[in-house]
Structure formats: structure tokens, C-alpha cells
């Protein structure tokens, strides 16, 4: 047994001097000093870096337009324009139209701070939101057949004395009986009319107060909506929308659009999932409408991606932005309209990030190399300056000999 221990004890490629042969120096402790701390900074990097996971990255054709809707998340503040005069519109290049998102879009009323104004709940899109794409005038103005008996009122709940009120010279086929300001209004677009006093129409003299109030108040616009995953556009504009002679256009009577300050503070715009953390291009971006009738125009190139993370996986899109603003009333001879005008096209490039957790043979053998490394480097160094020291002593003994 004694003769096994021998043999293990001529294998020690650690031989240990004894305790009085060790000579310690002061250069020796500032090696071990030194060579510690460095030690334990390396060691949390490699840590950290053994914690983060590894990324990978992967290109290829998206093959889900087809199968699945894109996702628009806004949330824009207009602090010149009530929401009442604000309608949102969106359409896609495979024909789609879809206007005045009323099931997940809504609109916050602002007071001229831009301060939400008390007891006042966000509305969903109210009835200038809502199109008449796909409808003749007048189809969801006049009443159902059983609310006949009903008296009619007008916009701000007041009783119409006669049970067919007049259309003051627009009454068509369509039009017989105008009960409402709406009706007037709309009797009046289908003739090509422009209703330029409304002061003048009994159905509208309650609307007149609440028209003057459209300059004095802001509005917060925010919620998403679902489109065809193809190139398209949405738009935030003043005024009733409409399709007219297959031609979408905005009704802002009795105003003029010149009157309209788009000014507006993107607070976020998104595509897809939302991931808490990430900032895009156009958040906290401020269009200011130096003059009114000012059309503001952001050109967006959307990359979809995926994000396979080992909780789940993420469909979530990353865009770039160009933007674009012009004064489009008749002294500038720009054509348009006043409004926040979005324009997407979608890359049939799709990315996926994949996320994978790194070894743990890997963090070791860094570990053990980080270790390895600065003591052998430590000892080198320790060695240097301990021979460098008795060559110097050697040279002044010599000097004073």
C-alpha cells in the first residue's frame, strides 16, 4: 500500500516547496491583487454572456399573406380637431375598402391642453366614421318602417313639428322627407349640392353650437384594426367619407378644407404583435401644419419576422419610414386634402429569429480557460519582476563593492 502512495506521489506535476522556502514579496501580492480582480471581471462578462441567449437569424418567402390579416396598432393625437370631424379610412390594393373602424377604434375628446376632457369616456368611431361604400344615399338615414310612428328629431334631440320635413329643394326618390340635419346634408350631396348655411336649415340650428366647438377641442385616436396582409393605405382625415362615382372622397361642409390644422404627435404605430420594449420609427414623431390644409405623407416599407422564443412564438413586422408634408389648398396648386396619410407595402421577405439558450460545456470551458489564462499569465509576470528585482539588488551590491 505504502509503495502505491509513492508511486502517486512521483506523478505530482504540482510539487510544493516547503512553508520556510517560500519567499513572498510585495510585487507577488500586487500580481495576486491584480490578477484577482481581473479574474472576477472577466468571469461576470462570461457570465453574462452565458445568460444571454444566442440569436440566429434566417431569411425566407413569407408564405402566410394569404392565410392571415395584418394587424394596425395607432394611437395619434390631434390637438386641432375634435373628434367629431375626424374620420379614419383604410384601404388595400386588393379592392378592400374599410371605413370608419368602429369596433376597435376609438376616440378620446381633448380639451385645448391636450389633456383628456373630464367625464368624458373614449367613443368608439361615432357616425362620421361610418361609410357609405357599398350603399345608396340615404339607405341607413331614413327610418325603419316601424319607427314611423315615432316623431322625428334632429341631431341634438329635438322634435321636428312636422312628420316629413323638408329637404329645402334636394327631395328625390331617395330623399322625400328630411327629418334630420344628416338627412339635409346628405339630400344636398346626392344633387351635388353644397350646403354651404346650415344656420338657414331647421334641422341643423342645434348642430350650429356644437360645429363651433370643432376648432376649440383636440382628439386622441388610438386602437387597431385588421386589413388584408397586402400593400394597401389608411388615412386620418376631417370629414364624412364616402364613396361617390367609385371615388372616395371627404364631405367637410360646411367648412372648407383650408380651415383644417392636421397638426398631430404619433404617440405609437405598430404592425403585428405588439413587443413591450420595442420603439418604431414614426413613435413620438410630431407633424407640425405650419399653415392649414397642410397633407402629411408617410411612406412605409413593412419586413415581417417571426421571434421563436422558447415561452412561444411572436409574428410581429418591423417597417423603415419616409415622410412627406405639402400644403394642398388652392394658392399652392398642390392636389389633395388636408389629413395623415399612410402608405405600407409589405416585402415578401419574411425573418425569423430564433432564440436558444447557450451550453453549458461552453460557459465551462471559458470559465476554466479565463482562470487557466491569468494564472499561468500572473505567474509569468510575478516571475519577471522577482528575477528583474535580484538582478537590480546583485547590480548595486557590486556598485558598492
Avoid at 340635419?181 to 341643423?204: F, M, N, T
Avoid at 382628439?219 to 394597401?232: A, D, F, I, P, T
Avoid at 413620438?284 to 412605409?300: D, K, P, R, V, W
Avoid at 394658392?331 to 402608405?343: A, I, N, R, T
Wanted: glycine fraction near 8%; hydrophobic fraction near 35%; proline fraction near 4%.
Amino acid at each position: 500500500m505504502a509503495s502505491l502512495w509513492d508511486k502517486l506521489r512521483d506523478l505530482d506535476a504540482y510539487p510544493k516547496p516547503l512553508e520556510d522556502f517560500r519567499i513572498k514579496t510585495f510585487g507577488g501580492g500586487a500580481v495576486t491583487i491584480t490578477s484577482t480582480i481581473i479574474m472576477l471581471l472577466l468571469f461576470i462578462f462570461e457570465l453574462r454572456d452565458y445568460l444571454t441567449p444566442q440569436i440566429t437569424e434566417e431569411v425566407y418567402v413569407d408564405t402566410t399573406r394569404s392565410i392571415s390579416k395584418l394587424r394596425i396598432n395607432l394611437d395619434i393625437v390631434f390637438p386641432r380637431v375634435a373628434c367629431s370631424y375626424l374620420t379614419i379610412d383604410a384601404m388595400d390594393s386588393s379592392g378592400e375598402q374599410q371605413s370608419g373602424i368602429e369596433h376597435s377604434i376609438f376616440k378620446q375628446r381633448l380639451d385645448t391642453g391636450g389633456a383628456p376632457i373630464q367625464n368624458e369616456t373614449p367613443q368608439k368611431t361615432d357616425v362620421f366614421g361610418d361609410s357609405s361604400i357599398g350603399k345608396k344615399p340615404g339607405d341607413s338615414l331614413h327610418p325603419q318602417k316601424d319607427d314611423v310612428s315615432k316623431e322625428p328629431s334632429n341631431e341634438t334631440g329635438l322634435a321636428i313639428k312636422s312628420e316629413c320635413g323638408s329637404c329645402y329643394g334636394a327631395e328625390s326618390t331617395l330623399f322625400k322627407c328630411c327629418n334630420t340635419c344628416e338627412e339635409v346634408r346628405e339630400a344636398y350631396r346626392l344633387k351635388g349640392w353644397a350646403l354651404s348655411d346650415p344656420v338657414k336649415i331647421e334641422q341643423c340650428k342645434g348642430m350650429v353650437e356644437d360645429m363651433k366647438a370643432i376648432f376649440n377641442e383636440g382628439c386622441r385616436l388610438y386602437g387597431y384594426m385588421e386589413v388584408n396582409r397586402c400593400s394597401g393605405s389608411f388615412h386620418v382625415a376631417p370629414g364624412k367619407s364616402f364613396t361617390l362615382n367609385h371615388v372616395h372622397v371627404h364631405d367637410v361642409q360646411p367648412f372648407s378644407s383650408s380651415q383644417f390644422n392636421m397638426t398631430h404627435t404619433i404617440q405609437s404605430l405598430s404592425f403585428g404583435e405588439e413587443i413591450v420594449g420595442k420603439t418604431n420609427p414614426v413613435d413620438g414623431i410630431q407633424g407640425l401644419a405650419t399653415e392649414e390644409s397642410t397633407m402629411f405623407q408617410y411612406y412605409l416599407k413593412i419586413v415581417p419576422f417571426t421571434y421563436d422564443k422558447p415561452d412561444g412564438l411572436i409574428f410581429s413586422n418591423q417597417f423603415s419610414t419616409t415622410r412627406h408634408q405639402k400644403v394642398v389648398s388652392s394658392m399652392s396648386g398642390e392636389s389633395g386634402m388636408p389629413g395623415v396619410f399612410f402608405s405600407y407595402e409589405i416585402s415578401p421577405i419574411m425573418i425569423k429569429y430564433s432564440e436558444h439558450a447557450k451550453s453549458f460545456a461552453h460557459f465551462a470551458t471559458g470559465l476554466f480557460a479565463i482562470v487557466g489564462g491569468i494564472f499561468t499569465v500572473a505567474g509569468i509576470i510575478d516571475s519577471t519582476i522577482y528575477k528583474s528585482a535580484n538582478v537590480l539588488k546583485k547590480l548595486e551590491i557590486g556598485k558598492q563593492g
